[in-house]
């Protein structure tokens, strides 16, 4: 027995020691990659050397080909190096290996939409992480010289690799706005960078090679086929193609994949900030869905006291806002998102419309109308919900009710909820003077 727990202890002793020697080789790796890299990151244009070739690292898209806010703020850098001729072409290196999900087309089309000349746009479907796009950048387009455009957090990997492949490389800040899920990020890339450090110490080849396509050459050959058609043919194309969407989104259900949380996620109802955290537990639920990310009921507690905090600094108080408050303060004042916008005289059809584009609705109502049997009765006057699909069998809105703890996916007959809606004004429950509607429309993308 003596025996037996003395092994235990050296096996003890052996797997704590790896741990400290594993973390210090992860530690070493990430100092001495962020030290290489550290003196070719520019945060803007004004010291930045000129290269033929600006390459945008791919980052997530949603349905319908909407660009996340990272990967947008990655393509409008670009866009702007191209502009202010820093470079001559623009390489699109992303994850196109499904049929349903297109990244570089995504981005590709949003350039050709501000004006970018398409001889100067190359397409790289096959880059499917950081060190694959640089390989391919060197090897199949031959790039001779790129300034790669993403986040802080991502430049010093994207450089170090693009460095040890023997690019001339340089890289420029996409930071534009604040991101939800930036401390997720931030503790990935620690790991990622030391997949870097193996990747390029083995020489790894990326999942895919195939033909040279010469960023010197014809921009076409790395188009999808059904892309290089004539203009005409396209532009019939579209035509058909944006009839035959409308023929079909109106005749299909919706429902959107949105995080749900309570306005008192732990129960707390007393808490003055839950009590009127309708507004901001919307908010919350909305910006989880644009950023991909999971709400656990810690998290939804401490944002709703952030934007609380936040609110009582910058405004003197926490309570109810209305349509145009809430977008102002929260949507654009704290989380820094600008793609939403307040709308007035809105009845359920206006609500419709804008689920059937793939956009989330908020809507402002009086509570008390809404009957929810789940409330303390008699209801909140003053209460907000997301609207999250609809269900044109049974002609019900589907919402994500902050309002109760059952209020994920709850249903609203839809003349029921009509009747409820209600832009209340800013302030302690005030008094509603003039009657009017109004929704929030949230839409993917910055």
Known sequence: MKKIRFNLKRISIAIIIGIIIAMFAVLIINLSINSQSKSYIFQDTSD????????????????QGIMSGMF????????????EEKVEKILISGDHGRENYDEVNTAKDYLLDKGVKSEDIFLDHAGFDTYDSLYRAKKIFEVPSVIVVTQNF????AIYIGKKLNLEIYGLSADRHSYVNID???LREIFSKVKAFFDISFQAKPKFLGEKIPISGDSKKSWDDEDVLGENESESLNNSSKEKKEEIIEKKNVLFNVPFTSQAPFGNWSDPRKQDGCEEAAVIMAMAWIEGEKLTL?????????????????????????AEDTVK??????????????????NKEDIKKELFEGNLVIVPTNGRLLENPNYTSPGPTTHNLVIIGYDIDSKEFITNDPGTRNGEKYRYDEDVLENALSDYPTGNHEEIKEERTAMIVVRLGL
Do not use: C, M, W
């Not at 930045?48 to 349905?63: D, H, M, R, S, T």
């Open 329 to 346: 303060r929260i949507f654009k004042g704290y989380f820094k998102y600008e793609n939403v916008e307040a709308v007035s005289n809105i």
């Open 72 to 83: 947008q703020d990655r393509v409008e850098t670009a866009f702007d190096l191209y502009e």
């Open 154 to 157: 991502h430049l010093p990997r």
């Open 298 to 322: 810690d998290i939804a507690d401490k944002r709703i006291n952030a934007i609380s905090a936040y609110e009582e600094k910058e405004y003197g108080n926490f309570y109810d806002t209305n």
């Open 48 to 63: 930045l050397p000129e290269a033929e070739v600006v390459l945008i690292l791919g980052a997530k898209v949603y349905q």
């Open 184 to 186: 997720y990020n931030k």
